[in-house]
């Protein structure tokens, strides 16, 4: 009740290689993470775009954003800010994107206090 969903999804298909178990998993983590940097109270969107190459899938939340000097080292595994948890679901869920579907994860953008936009590109086929 406290987290505004919103979904902007385009027109036709979007045709990738996809293992719906593993992307789901990595979907899933990446909303916990999203809903726990807004502590349970925010803004949370899934866009889904393309262009000539690539579906790209932008997850945005208005948590307390991400120093840009972290961008690389949140997906090492390990690495975390919260007081629970072992720091490795973003590094599982980039390796779940860049080895099984050959595609990349990255921060798009983040402002600290605003939120964040992380985006997953998968290549079309």
Known sequence: KL???SIDLPGGELPVMLNKQLYGWTIENMFKNAIDAM????????????????????ISDTGKGIPKSKF???????????????GLGLSLAKRIIE???????????????????MQ???KLI
């Not at 502590?39 to 932008?58: E, F, H, Q, W």
């Not at 690389?72 to 072992?86: A, L």
């Open 3 to 5: 987290i505004n969903f």
């Open 39 to 58: 502590k349970g109270r925010g803004d949370l969107s899934i866009v889904i775009t393309r262009d000539t190459s690539y579906a790209k899938v932008l």
């Open 72 to 86: 690389h080292s949140i997906f090492e595994p390990g690495f975390t800010t919260k007081k629970r948890g072992w």
């Open 99 to 117: 080895e099984y579907h050959d595609g990349r994860v990255s921060v798009l953008k983040s402002e600290i206090d605003k939120g964040t936009t």
């Open 120 to 122: 997953i590109s998968l």
